[in-house]
């Protein structure tokens, strides 16, 4: 029996011939990742280690984006912790206030993970990756802080699921509609430890932009890894973005898993995930009115320029409706200023939105658009589990920067078309 692209990846970072599912390994690392909430648990923990330096200072990657700017005194004192960890083992990617952005899009912008990479990241959505044809995935803390120091970490090596994406899809119809789709058609637990792994003639139709989203999710239907194959697209991306040698995998015809679902990508519809989980999947024009408060277009899952981009294109020449809140997040100091360069900030100030720094902000509940008892909120984010962005009583909808923005215009859970687009 062959192997998949997870399988044979895995197996190079192991120094083996083959690998099964089920196999325990040890795999040598290309990146460990954290964040200002992670990195200080692991670096704790570092510091229990007989061995306290880091196997490589230049596979390190510390990305300060969940409460940048510090918006209190501990998210400031984690911060410091970082700082003075990256001062003391010379960290080389260190990103902090004026050079940082949301991590997972930070991190393939800066070129720092490439094809045929293994990485492991202190926070779930490490998954982003796959999107390069990479196997990442996220893991706990003390995890990294072995990675850190030996630069392997040990995996159950995952069995697979195949999904065959077909055809092309309609316009406004993005990699949120089609992960969503997904998560409601497998169930948060239908890819539990499983790699997800993506195959047919709809990815030629795909950007980078809608693979990040789609493997950035793949964690919400339990996945291990989500990962796309490299054509070239990804070569493109690679070679705008990185100066790394990348290796291309690809599956065996004979590789085995476990299902194979086909979707035909002309047939999705905008897709919006209801509370209070990713699998309570709804299309638009299936609910009844839904009045919302506020909506948030950004996260390490649509905070991308082309989620920028769709939003302005929704949002020009149109008003924020009355009462509603709208927070627009670029993910990175890059996107920021190339949004900057387009016009894209001017088009959302004056549509009545503020525009943030980059930061992970309420996506986790932290700061920057908190929700209130009884208030809704549209977000592009990729969690809306009960008190995720803030009350107990609020309530988080997932959708694309198209609906997001949509809905920010109309007030209600909307559709570009509702809009005349």
Same mark, same amino acid.
């Given at each position: 029996?062959?192997?998949?692209?997870t399988?044979k990846?895995?197996a190079?970072?192991?120094?083996?011939?083959k690998?099964?599912?089920?196999q325990?390994i040890?795999? @040598?690392?290309?990146m460990?990742?954290?964040?200002?909430i992670t $990195?200080?648990?692991?670096?704790?923990?570092?510091?229990k280690? @007989?061995e306290?330096?880091v196997?490589?200072k230049?596979?390190?990657?510390?990305?300060?984006?969940?409460?940048?700017?510090n918006?209190d005194?501990k998210?400031a004192?984690? &911060?410091?912790c970082c700082?003075?960890?990256?001062?003391?083992?010379?960290?080389?990617?260190?990103?902090?206030?004026?050079? !940082?952005?949301i991590?997972?899009?930070?991190?393939?912008?800066?070129?720092l993970?490439?094809? /045929?990479?293994a990485?492991i990241g202190a926070d $779930?959505?490490?998954?982003? =990756?796959?999107?390069?044809?990479?196997f990442?995935?996220?893991?706990? $803390?003390?995890?990294?802080?072995?990675?850190?120091?030996?630069?392997?970490?040990w995996?159950?090596?995952?069995?697979?699921?195949k999904f065959?994406?077909?055809?092309?899809?309609?316009?406004?119809i993005?990699?949120k509609?089609?992960?969503?789709?997904?998560?409601?058609?497998?169930?948060?637990?239908?890819?539990?430890y499983?790699s997800m792994?993506?195959?047919?003639?709809g990815i030629?139709h795909?950007?980078m932009d809608d693979r990040?989203?789609?493997?950035?999710?793949?964690i919400?239907?339990?996945?291990?890894?989500?990962?796309?194959p490299?054509?070239e697209?990804t070569?493109? =991306?690679?070679?705008?973005?990185?100066?790394?040698t990348y290796?291309?995998?690809?599956?065996?015809?004979?590789a085995?898993?476990e299902?194979?679902?086909?979707?035909?990508?002309?047939?999705l519809?905008?897709t919006v995930?209801?509370?209070?989980l990713?699998e309570?999947?709804?299309?638009?024009?299936?609910?009844?009115d839904?009045? *919302?408060d506020q909506?948030?277009?950004?996260?390490c899952?649509n905070g991308?320029?082309?989620d920028m981009r769709?939003?302005a294109?929704?949002?020009?020449?149109r008003?924020?409706a009355k009462?509603v809140r709208? *927070? *627009?997040?670029?993910a990175?100091?890059?996107i920021?200023l190339q949004?900057?360069?387009?016009?894209?900030l001017?088009?959302?100030?004056?549509a009545?939105a503020?525009?943030s720094t980059p930061? &992970? /902000?309420?996506?986790?509940?932290?700061? !920057?658009?908190?929700?209130?008892?009884?208030?809704?909120c549209?977000s592009?984010?990729n969690r809306?589990?009960?008190g995720?962005m /803030?009350?107990v009583?609020?309530?988080v909808?997932l959708a694309?920067?198209a609906?997001?923005?949509?809905?920010a215009?109309t007030g209600k859970?909307?559709?570009p078309a509702e809009?005349?687009?």
């Amino acid at each position: 029996m062959g192997m998949t692209m997870t399988q044979k990846i895995l197996a190079a970072h192991a120094g083996l011939d083959k690998v099964e599912a089920g196999q325990l390994i040890e795999a @040598n690392l290309d990146m460990v990742l954290g964040n200002d909430i992670t $990195s200080p648990v692991a670096i704790n923990e570092m510091k229990k280690m @007989n061995e306290q330096s880091v196997f490589d200072k230049e596979k390190i990657a510390l990305v300060m984006d969940h409460f940048i700017p510090n918006k209190d005194i501990k998210s400031a004192e984690n &911060c410091k912790c970082c700082r003075d960890f990256a001062n003391e083992h010379e960290i080389v990617n260190y990103f902090d206030v004026g050079c !940082m952005g949301i991590e997972h899009a930070l991190l393939p912008e800066k070129g720092l993970v490439v094809a /045929g990479d293994a990485v492991i990241g202190a926070d $779930s959505h490490t998954c982003t =990756y796959g999107a390069l044809g990479a196997f990442s995935t996220g893991v706990g $803390s003390t995890d990294m802080a072995a990675g850190m120091v030996t630069g392997k970490a040990w995996f159950k090596v995952p069995s697979a699921l195949k999904f065959v994406l077909t055809g092309k899809p309609n316009p406004w119809i993005s990699g949120k509609d089609i992960i969503l789709h997904i998560i409601g058609m497998i169930g948060v637990d239908g890819a539990l430890y499983k790699s997800m792994e993506f195959f047919g003639d709809g990815i030629a139709h795909l950007s980078m932009d809608d693979r990040f989203t789609i493997c950035n999710m793949a964690i919400e239907a339990g996945g291990k890894n989500g990962i796309f194959p490299v054509d070239e697209k990804t070569i493109e =991306y690679m070679k705008d973005h990185s100066k790394k040698t990348y290796t291309v995998y690809e599956a065996d015809e004979d590789a085995e898993y476990e299902a194979t679902y086909t979707i035909d990508l002309s047939a999705l519809k905008s897709t919006v995930s209801f509370p209070h989980l990713p699998e309570n999947t709804k299309e638009i024009g299936t609910f009844d009115d839904v009045k *919302i408060d506020q909506v948030v277009i950004g996260s390490c899952t649509n905070g991308r320029l082309q989620d920028m981009r769709e939003a302005a294109a929704i949002l020009k020449g149109r008003k924020v409706a009355k009462n509603v809140r709208c *927070i *627009i997040i670029p993910a990175t100091q890059a996107i920021y200023l190339q949004s900057m360069r387009e016009g894209l900030l001017e088009i959302f100030i004056e549509a009545g939105a503020v525009v943030s720094t980059p930061t &992970c /902000g309420p996506c986790l509940g932290g700061y !920057m658009g908190i929700l209130a008892a009884g208030e809704r909120c549209v977000s592009t984010t990729n969690r809306n589990f009960v008190g995720r962005m /803030g009350h107990v009583d609020s309530e988080v909808y997932l959708a694309s920067p198209a609906v997001a923005a949509a809905s920010a215009v109309t007030g209600k859970i909307s559709g570009p078309a509702e809009i005349g687009m």
